[in-house]
């Protein structure tokens, strides 16, 4: 089975659907944001807020050449996996077609009212959600997510698969992965 790579904006649901489609397909589930806080010993936030953006992109980058390179290394297994990655992992130059090589790219996405909902409930561990001058969470977020979407979605419709998540629980988002992607369960 080909490893499958989740990507898409915040709130998404790329890690909601992420575990429970490993589960469901009895394969490994990874999350790119997790394993980099892994290796750095520090939180996404904690990067972000001591060494910037940049630097957390380049961390990015170096974990997709180490997961095409050596996933077995990086990852402890050379089995089949699903990978969550970062809202923002495909759009650097030459990580969407990384992306590609590590497994088939499937865009979750959703409207920005769900988005906005799903993120404010997450609360504020989001680096490039998060907004200090903006007391009102949903607003802050509504704000961040329709600049991010803007500058993010060329890039993301690019991917080989799109699934929108507005009106789907995780499990039913999993089930439309199992079914476009034509897998087994």
């Known amino acids: 089975m080909k490893n499958i790579v989740l990507i898409g904006p915040p709130g998404a649901g790329k890690t909601s659907c992420g575990k429970i489609l490993a589960a469901n397909l009895q394969i490994s589930f990874f999350d790119t944001d ?28 170096s974990l997709l050449d180490s997961l095409i390179a050596q996933p077995q290394k990086t990852l402890g297994s050379d089995a089949s996996f699903v990978l969550s990655t970062g809202g923002g992992t495909p ?19 959703a409207d920005l009212e769900t988005l906005v909902k799903r993120v404010s409930q997450a609360g ?31 890039i993301y419709r690019q991917a080989g698969y799109k699934i929108d998540t507005t009106s789907l629980s995780p499990s039913e988002t999993t089930k439309r992965v199992i079914d476009v992607l034509e897998l087994d369960a």
């Open 34 to 61: 997790a394993l980099i806080e892994s290796q750095a010993k520090k939180s996404v936030k904690e990067i972000f807020g001591e060494h910037g953006e940049e630097h957390f992109r380049q961390l990015e980058c």
């Open 91 to 109: 759009i650097r130059p030459g990580n969407l077609a990384k992306l590609n090589k590590i497994g088939l790219v499937v865009l979750l996405e």
């Open 124 to 154: 504020d561990s989001r680096p490039l959600l998060s907004d200090g001058s903006q007391k009102d969470a949903q607003t802050a977020a509504r704000t961040r997510l329709t600049e991010l979407l803007a500058d993010r979605n060329p």
